[in-house]
């Protein structure tokens, strides 16, 4: 019953994400150790240069957000298990600027990419558009290793459901 509802709600949220029209852009985000990412809008996802082949996960946090709080540990534990397979990126949306977010991640010891929203080009405004997002966080779109979406979900995924996802996307040929 558990993988046929995640199955639902994967094509419920690739039928929403994909409803959008428009040019599909090139976005550049910075993360706090200064790595560039460049980001291409497809009609089904998103083109991540130099994760080719891998899943991920883009999700946008606040750093005052409780849910936010209690899903790096998950995050920090699934980047550990999934090196080889899972890359992370998370958009901090709460207004820490870029200094202030890399004393954060530190403190916090985020394993994965983390990018304050000043440095994330318009990808937050493209993803609210893309996703229909309306700025309830955490907030995750999960992308098979092609870079379709596959999953959109506003709210905590417990580290389970994570584990599961993680799973059903990499099953995807």
Same mark, same amino acid.
């Given at each position: ?15 929403? *994400? ?18 560039? &990412? +460049? ?7 998103? !083109?991540? !240069? $130099? ?5 991920? *996960?883009?999700?946008?946090?606040? &750093? ?29 949306? +709460? $207004? ?6 890399? +004393?954060?991640? !530190? ?43 596959? *999953?959109? +979900? ?20």
């Amino acid at each position: 019953m558990k993988k046929i509802l995640v199955s639902v709600l994967m094509l419920l949220s690739l039928s929403a *994400f994909s409803q959008a029209s428009g040019q599909q852009p090139v976005i550049n985000i910075t993360d706090i150790k200064g790595i560039t &990412h +460049q980001i291409t809008g497809t009609e089904q996802g998103l !083109k991540i !240069k $130099g994760l080719e082949g891998k899943i991920v *996960f883009l999700e946008f946090f606040g &750093h005052r957000c409780p849910p936010c709080l209690a899903s790096i540990p998950h995050l920090i534990d699934m980047k550990k298990k999934y090196k080889n397979k899972l890359a992370i990126i998370s958009v901090e949306v +709460q $207004g820490l600027n870029n200094a202030q977010l890399q +004393q954060f991640a !530190k403190e916090k010891g985020m394993n994965y990419i983390v990018v304050a929203d000043e440095k994330a080009g318009n990808l937050t405004s493209y993803i609210g558009q893309r996703a229909q997002w309306r700025g309830s966080i955490p907030f995750m779109v999960a992308l098979d290793k092609k870079g379709n979406v596959q *999953f959109v +979900q506003a709210g905590m995924l417990p580290e389970a459901s994570l584990e599961e996802l993680v799973k059903q996307l990499d099953a995807i040929k």
